[in-house]
């Protein structure tokens, strides 16, 4: 009996050994669909020179299938969307989708598979800061741009509602770290009274369209620059000039509770708290979110 817990307790240190040269012991090994576009990155790579300095987005299908070389095309950029990845397989990913290009700026945006399937939105924010906390270890004041998890058409009322949460905790974690940035894409995908415009989704499949996309890249982008103007290459906290050009807020906003969206120069645009405060990138954006112009500033 003694021999027998002896051999046991051997194969189980074996078996630890052999798990730490890998995942940790009590981290699950990647799935076989992330697995398998990970080696294909990995080929092109060994093939191709990434370039350096890059903007990195990474994420789920909805940075996989996101045209962010056209629309970021300014830049130089890495896409590494995974379809069907989830906000709790990304921390796994860190040491091969993301080290590898020393990114001058990181985009994330996961977490709608993880809410769909009734993940809870603490655990869904502990994923993005555990990837976060990863990432940091090897780029320590790499900025990072969250995006908010996008609502879908059709979802169930409770998961539209975990999604919301899990998006003021992914705004929330956003104000305690200066690296690390949230842009609230999915307010402009919503009517006022909170349904998916129809016409920013293709009808089939519920992914965004070219407009959703293109909707979502605007509004990105001056965030983005931020990023660019903050990130390791440039110096960190020394930001230039026109970095704060660039990155000035949009033109247009509005109140959250309100139906009215002026300059963000009006007296009554400057009284809107920063959680009320919705950006449009477009004056064309802020009508199709169903706003009328302001009379005091005429927007
Ligand atoms: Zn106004």
């Given at each position: 009996m003694v021999g027998h817990i002896a051999w046991i307790s051997r194969l189980?240190?074996?078996l630890l050994l052999a798990a730490s040269e890998g995942p940790g012991p009590d981290?699950?090994?990647i799935p076989r669909q992330i697995e398998e576009q990970i080696r294909i990155f990995e080929a092109w790579d060994r093939e191709n020179t990434p370039p350096a300095g890059a903007v990195l987005f990474v994420g789920d299908d909805d940075v996989d299938r996101w045209p962010t070389r056209v629309y970021f095309a300014q830049h130089a950029v890495i896409n590494r969307g995974l379809a069907g990845a989830s906000a709790a397989v990304?921390?796994?990913c860190v040491e091969r989708l993301v080290t590898p290009y020393a990114p001058?700026?990181?985009a994330y945006a996961a977490g709608g598979r993880d809410v769909a399937e009734g993940r809870d939105p603490q655990a869904v924010c502990g994923d993005v800061a555990a990837f976060i906390k990863r990432v940091r270890v090897v780029t320590p004041r790499v900025p990072i741009v969250l995006l908010a998890i996008k609502p879908t058409p059709g979802s169930r009322a409770e998961?539209?509602?975990?999604?919301r949460r899990t998006n003021e905790l992914l705004a929330a974690m956003s104000e305690r770290d200066a690296a690390l940035y949230f842009v609230d894409t999915s307010i402009v995908l919503l009517d006022p009274q909170g349904r998916c415009?129809?016409?920013l989704y293709n009808a089939e499949s519920g992914w965004l369209n070219e407009t959703g996309y293109r909707l979502w890249s605007l509004l990105l982008a001056p965030t983005l620059h931020r990023g660019l103007q903050t990130g390791p290459e440039t110096g960190g906290a020394t930001a230039s000039p026109t970095g704060a050009a660039v990155s000035s807020d949009f033109e247009y906003v509005a109140s959250k509770s309100s139906k009215t969206f002026h300059k963000s120069t009006c007296s009554a645009a400057r009284r809107i708290t920063e959680a009320n405060l919705l950006r449009f990138p477009s004056r064309e954006a802020a009508v199709r979110g169903g706003r009328k112009p302001c009379k005091l500033c005429n927007p």
């Open positions: 189980l240190c074996t981290e699950p090994t990304l921390p796994r001058r700026v990181i998961h539209e509602s975990s999604r415009i129809a016409s």
